[in-house]
């Protein structure tokens, strides 16, 4: 048993009882925020390139976005059970230098004037496919390196920096791209993933890899036992309905979204990373409001209300006209009640879903909500593209932002609208079947629905 002020990592070496203290998670702690800050100023950087430097267009940016996000359709069930039989420093040090590369070629091959949209493609599936197995790792490490006592400190850290990124970052990624020039930014971004790398690699403690089995967990019963539960609760089946509806038309609005403000409102990089970080401090506001609105007026009608509100904000923007000094302000007003309401929205689902599920399943849940809520992103994306060649970018605002609204309107016509001031107790865990292992070696970690919204995924509100 390890003392009160101490305990032992599997490879013998003492953690520290302070947290601050501890060398090993101090290097995770900064290395995880420069890759955060280095992916969420990429979501804008390379968008912005493709825009500025090689003037593409509606439907290329789409295609641009889709490829970046397909990796979390692709990659998201498995990399959880692939992290479980790596060392987790290993593949965060090989996650930043692979994206550091990439991002770093890009630079280079912009400034020479011999990067094209198929190489850009190739960058942003690099970099998207790269994060998500950072993500899950950096988020497994954790256990790791601190004591059980020390992972609520932990934990708090580290989604700190990571909300902090999403707000900083895409300001950085705008002002980047606006005095520096697109390749320069990109290549500032790489630099972010090489202090990652560098911080990371000098993580003293090596964690232990699970001993290997001769038969290979069968991943896919487990996994269809997740959908199966999902699909045969109503609550959370309207989640992953919702969740679909909302992620499509959002991202089919992003894609005009990044179009139409440098181009029909004529705003800087730095002023359109500006208007995308007001997301940010509303999503702290909202987080404060959900700690007490729904114990007050009830689980169905903040989540119905607030969806409507946070959607339907984005209907003002395509008849934003005049000077900058007219249209950012009325942008970040727009972008901070989308943020607040967003993520009222984001943690009242939380609480429904981690509420009427069992621990047994709380991990398969999670995931697959996150799967189906994101599965349709990409497609949302390319719509965004084809229908601002065909409508242009203000008509393609106003009915993809329209679209957003019938993320609300299967709340409000499902049971999730009737939930009260408190919340269901969770059903008896289903049986698992005779080819799964009992769970007594050791509950799934609870995952959060982060974002964007109704799901488990990106915080919702990135670009």
Do not use: H, K, W
């Given at each position: 048993m390890p003392s009160s002020s101490t305990a032992a990592s599997d490879s013998g070496r003492p953690v520290p009882s302070s947290l601050w203290r501890d060398g090993d998670f101090r290097r995770l702690w900064v290395g995880q925020t420069a890759s955060q800050l280095g992916e969420h100023a990429s979501l804008v950087v390379l968008p912005l390139f493709a825009v500025l430097t090689l003037d593409a267009g509606g439907a290329q940016l789409g295609a641009l976005r889709a490829v970046g996000q397909a990796p979390i359709l692709l990659l998201s069930l498995f990399v959880g059970a692939w992290v479980d039989r790596w060392r987790t420093r290993t593949l965060m040090v090989l996650s930043d230098a692979g994206r550091a590369l990439a991002l770093g070629a890009a630079a280079v091959a912009g400034l020479l004037g011999g990067l094209g949209l198929p190489a850009l493609l190739v960058v942003a599936f690099a970099v998207g496919a790269l994060s998500v197995v950072f993500d899950v790792a950096y988020q497994a490490s954790s256990v790791q390196l601190v004591r059980?006592?020390?992972?609520?400190?932990?934990?708090?850290?580290?989604?700190?920096?990571?909300?902090?990124?999403?707000?900083?970052?895409?300001?950085?990624?705008?002002?980047?791209?606006?005095?520096?020039?697109?390749?320069?930014?990109?290549?500032?971004?790489?630099?972010?993933?090489?202090?990652?790398?560098?911080?990371?690699?000098?993580?003293?403690?090596?964690?232990s890899i699970p001993e290997r089995s001769e038969r290979p967990p069968r991943v896919w019963r487990r996994i269809h036992e997740g959908l199966r539960f999902v699909a045969g609760d109503t609550s959370l089946r309207t989640v992953c309905l919702a969740s679909a509806a909302f992620q499509f038309f959002f991202a089919a609005v992003m894609t005009v979204y990044l179009l139409f403000l440098p181009r029909d409102l004529h705003l800087s990089g730095t002023a359109v990373g500006l208007a995308l970080a007001a997301t940010g401090p509303g999503a702290l506001l909202g987080s404060l409001l959900a700690a007490r609105l729904p114990g007050r007026f009830g689980h169905g009608a903040v989540l119905v209300s607030a969806a409507v509100l946070g959607d339907g904000v984005f209907l003002f923007v395509p008849a934003l006209h005049g000077p900058s000094a007219v249209t950012v302000p009325a942008l970040l007003t727009?972008?901070?009640?989308?943020?607040?309401?967003?993520?009222?929205?984001?943690?009242?689902?939380?609480?429904?879903?981690?509420?009427?599920?069992?621990?047994?399943?709380?991990?398969?849940?999670?995931?697959?909500?996150?799967?189906?809520?994101?599965?349709?992103?990409?497609?949302?994306?390319?719509?965004?593209?084809?229908?601002?060649?065909a409508w242009g970018t203000r008509t393609s605002l106003l009915v993809t932002a329209a679209g957003m609204l019938l993320s609300p309107a299967l709340m409000a016509l499902s049971p999730l609208a009737r939930l009260g001031r408190t919340l269901p107790a969770p059903p008896e865990p289903p049986v698992p079947s005779a080819a799964v292992t009992s769970l007594g070696k050791g509950s799934p970690r609870r995952l959060s629905l982060r974002c964007p919204r109704r799901n488990a995924g990106r915080r919702r509100g990135s670009p």
């Open positions: 059980r006592d020390q992972l609520v400190r932990a934990n708090s850290a580290l989604e700190g920096s990571r909300s902090a990124a999403q707000i900083g970052g895409p300001a950085l990624g705008g002002a980047l791209v606006s005095v520096l020039s697109a390749p320069v930014a990109a290549a500032s971004g790489a630099v972010f993933f090489a202090l990652s790398f560098l911080s990371i690699r000098r993580i003293g403690r090596r964690a727009v972008n901070f009640v989308f943020g607040t309401f967003s993520q009222l929205v984001n943690v009242t689902v939380m609480a429904v879903r981690q509420t009427v599920t069992p621990d047994g399943m709380q991990g398969r849940a999670a995931a697959t909500i996150n799967f189906v809520g994101m599965g349709l992103t990409p497609l949302g994306s390319l719509l965004g593209g084809f229908v601002v060649e």
